[in-house]
């Protein structure tokens, strides 16, 4: 069992940065792969960026590459997500997500172990 806390939604200007958190808790062999989505209303639940564990690989979406930016510090169990220079259309729920598989992921359904989410609001 994981367990996945996320932290650091607000509201915020378009233009304007926000750093989320998720802290990681549960089986270390559960979370290889940490991955951050988001979901707007009325929308289907959009892949934003993934880390593994171990190596630090990443892969970002297209539609955040050079704004966003995930990172993780393995000795503090967090897993970041840096938005800069955000847009209205960046609006939504943001949820981190673990795979026990080590390969990255953008499918939402190979994720097993979700947080909350926590509200990202961008006013134009």
């Known amino acids: 069992q994981v367990q996945l806390v996320e932290s650091g939604g607000g509201l915020v200007q378009a233009g304007g940065s926000l750093r989320l958190s998720c802290v990681v808790s549960?089986?270390?062999?559960?979370?290889?792969?940490i991955g951050w989505f988001r979901q707007a209303p009325g929308k289907e639940r959009e892949f934003v960026a993934t880390?593994?564990?171990?190596?630090?690989?990443?892969a970002v979406a297209d539609s955040v590459k050079g704004r966003f930016t995930i990172s993780k510090d393995n000795a503090k169990n967090m897993v970041y997500l840096q938005m800069n220079s955000l847009k209205s259309t960046d609006t939504a729920v943001y949820h981190c997500?673990?795979?026990?598989?080590?390969?990255?992921?953008?499918?939402?359904?190979?994720?097993?172990?979700w947080g909350q989410g926590t509200q990202v609001t961008v006013s134009s």
């Open positions: 549960g089986r270390t062999f559960s979370r290889n792969v």
């Open positions: 997500a673990a795979r026990g598989s080590a390969s990255l992921s953008s499918r939402s359904s190979e994720y097993d172990s």
């Open positions: 880390i593994s564990w171990s190596g630090g690989r990443t």
